[in-house]
């Protein structure tokens, strides 16, 4: 266990306008100003120019003091789909003070691949907190 507050911001609907997802992660941040936490917040990676493109959400972290770590989880569970490698370099030209880790299994379908990213990731949380974190993945 750990002394810090983890919160996990979900987005309420995978296709949220990123406007609407910067208001409810700054809504968030200033809720908890008083408090020593730390934040996970889902993204999807639009970089398309439209209502759902999270340029801003990028440049909001780049002028804060966060501390902030990209997890780019490369591969869909539903289907065949990875992240372009050139989505990836304009996050790379994009999130200015932030760090990018690349989780790059593909877990199409597969629960045990599922699982075996699981794992990498609470391992990379865990690295970053400087603890070692138990968490089922159900």
């Not at 911001?9 to 008083?34: E, F, G, M, W």
């Not at 999270?54 to 780019?72: D, G, H, M, P």
């Not at 050139?86 to 790379?92: S, Y």
């Not at 760090?99 to 990213?117: A, P």
Request: charged share 25%; glycine share 2%; hydrophobic share 40%.
């Amino acid at each position: 266990m750990w002394n810090e507050k983890f919160i996990v911001v979900n987005t309420p609907d995978p296709y949220c306008r990123a406007d609407d997802q910067l208001n409810r992660i700054k809504s968030v941040i200033q809720y908890h100003t008083a408090s020593d936490t730390s934040f996970l917040f889902s993204l999807n990676l639009v970089l398309d120019n439209s209502a759902f493109d999270i340029r801003k959400i990028l440049l909001y972290f780049n002028q804060s003091a966060f501390e902030v770590y990209y997890f780019v989880l490369y591969s869909s569970w539903f289907d065949k789909k990875v992240i372009r490698e050139e989505h990836i370099f304009q996050l790379q030209q994009l999130a200015e003070s932030g760090s990018i880790h690349l989780f790059d299994r593909l877990v199409t379908q597969s629960g045990l691949r599922f699982n075996e990213r699981v794992e990498e990731v609470k391992e990379a949380i865990g690295k970053i907190l400087g603890i070692a974190i138990n968490v089922d993945p159900q």
